[in-house]
């Protein structure tokens, strides 16, 4: 079975641009999280969706947004880049709300 | 800062013998926590979980400890072979501050490292 599956692997930015990442879910799990993860430091949650609605959110600015689609897929887009958003963003999905996340492999962002 | 930390940021131990990494969290709401472990150029990868009802929990080569007293979280690892290295991070399940539902809030890791 595919885990969680995340598009693209990398990418590279430039301050002020817009990024899309992607996530399809491991099949049959209906709740997807996002995580920002900064070199040497663990994951930060940045929002949870589960059937469609926003459950949550972290602390991170307005720039920062996300949904959730029909087949439980999810974006996460972040508008007017800063240096500071390069990180590995991480997408985990469970298939309720408090289940165990598990977690793909990440899309590595650079802002020059 | 974050409410989940770890007592080392690295950990070298011999290949076979028994790994220990501790972690220490703040706050006395989470009821639920994970550990996980992340190689390089991966996602997390579940290990083990313990609820707050529990003092131990035992799976395979892995047993973590709670000690809800001191809050602080242990995660064992038995024979600790080479594929064993990476960094492992402890996260804690708390609510979110809308109270709708719960987030896993993470440390910020430590880099096991198994020395032939």
């Known amino acids: 079975d595919a885990g969680v599956t995340q598009s693209p692997t990398h990418l590279i930015k430039t301050r002020g641009q817009h990024v899309t990442l992607r996530c399809s879910p491991i099949s049959g799990h209906k709740s997807v999280s996002w995580y920002q993860q900064v070199l040497g430091q663990g994951p930060q949650f940045i929002f949870q969706?589960?059937?469609?609605?926003?459950?949550g959110r972290g602390n991170f600015p307005d720039r920062f947004s996300a949904r959730q689609f029909p087949n439980y897929s999810s974006e996460l887009n972040v508008n007017a880049l800063l240096l500071g958003d390069s990180a590995l963003y991480l997408c985990?999905?469970?298939?309720?709300?408090?289940?165990?996340?598990?977690f793909g492999a990440g899309t590595r962002l650079s802002v020059l | 800062g974050e409410s989940v930390g770890l007592h080392l940021p690295t950990l070298s131990v011999q290949e076979g013998d028994n790994s220990i990494i501790n972690c220490a969290y703040s706050?006395?709401?989470?009821?639920?926590f994970i550990w996980y472990k992340q190689e390089s150029g991966k996602g997390p990868q579940f290990i083990i979980d313990?609820?707050?009802?529990?003092d131990k929990r035992q799976g395979q080569r892995v047993t973590v400890l709670l000690n809800k007293t001191v809050k602080h979280l242990s995660l064992q690892i038995a024979a600790t072979q080479p594929g064993d290295s990476a960094v492992y991070f402890c996260a804690e399940r708390t609510w979110f501050s809308s109270g709708s539902a719960r987030q896993l809030t993470f440390g910020s890791g430590t880099q096991l490292t198994v020395l032939p």
């Open positions: 969706y589960y059937e469609k609605e926003e459950r």
């Open positions: 706050n006395s709401a989470s009821d639920y």
């Open positions: 313990i609820r707050s009802n529990m």
């Open positions: 985990a999905s469970s298939p309720f709300e408090e289940n165990i996340q598990y």
